[in-house]
Every structure is written in structure tokens, then in C-alpha cells.
Nanobody, 124 residues
Framework: QVQLVESGGGLVQGGGSLRLSCAASGSIFSIDAMAWFRQAPGKQREPVAA???????KYADSMKGRFFIFRDNAKNTIYLQMNSLKPEDTAVYYC??????????????????WGKGTLVTVSS
């Protein structure tokens, strides 16, 4: 079993920055790719960014240049640095993990393990 716990969400003003964390525990040896997703009110969940244990990354086109995913393998934690936040970035942000070292799986919605999410609210 893999447990994923997100943290770092909250209320931030437009233009501000926020860093989310996702800590993995349990059968962490079985994890390779990890990713961030988000679901805005009334919208479908969408991938934000993914990263493998080896450091390969993939971003949703709309997030490139503002959002950055990085990983600390020693801490079994990934992070999402979000800059220049906009009200439309308001969403519940979820962490996901998968045993396969393939960042594209996040963009095919094919991740095995999921966290419960953390809410990010961006005010205008």
C-alpha cells in the first residue's frame, strides 16, 4: 500500500506563489513516477505535471513557465512550486504515484495511487 499526503494548500492573492508538498509512505519502493493533478470547481480533473524518480518531467502546456515540479527521493516527497498564480488556478490539487517510470501515464490518467488533495484558492 502507498499513502500520499498533500500539504501546503491555502488562500493566496493573485500573482502570488505557493509550494505544495506530497509525502509518500508505505510501499515506497514500488513508486517511480509521481504527479500533480488539479480539479477546479465544476471541471474535470486535469494533469498538471509529472516527474520520475530519475528526474524526467512533463508539464501541461498551460502550466509551463509558471509551475515547477521537483522531487526529493531521500524524503519520498514531491513538490509543486506555483508562481504568478491566477484565480483560475483555484482547485483541489491532488498527488498521484505509479510504479512505472513513465511521465506520460499522468497525462493518460493512468496513475495507481492517489492522495486526498489540498485546496488552493487564489483571490483576485
Amino acid at each position: 500500500q502507498v499513502q500520499l499526503v498533500e500539504s501546503g494548500g491555502g488562500l493566496v492573492q493573485g500573482g502570488g506563489s505557493l509550494r505544495l508538498s506530497c509525502a509518500a509512505s508505505g510501499s515506497i519502493f514500488s513508486i517511480d513516477a509521481m504527479a500533480w493533478f488539479r480539479q477546479a470547481p465544476g471541471k474535470q480533473r486535469e494533469p498538471v505535471a509529472a516527474i520520475t524518480r530519475g528526474g524526467s518531467t512533463k508539464y501541461a502546456d498551460s502550466m509551463k513557465g509558471r509551475f515547477f515540479i521537483f522531487r526529493d527521493n531521500a524524503k519520498n516527497t514531491i513538490y509543486l512550486q506555483m508562481n504568478s498564480l491566477k484565480p483560475e488556478d483555484t482547485a483541489v490539487y491532488y498527488c498521484a504515484a505509479d510504479p512505472r517510470p513513465d511521465v506520460t501515464r499522468a497525462f493518460r490518467n493512468a496513475m495507481d495511487h492517489w492522495g486526498k488533495g489540498t485546496l488552493v484558492t487564489v483571490s483576485s
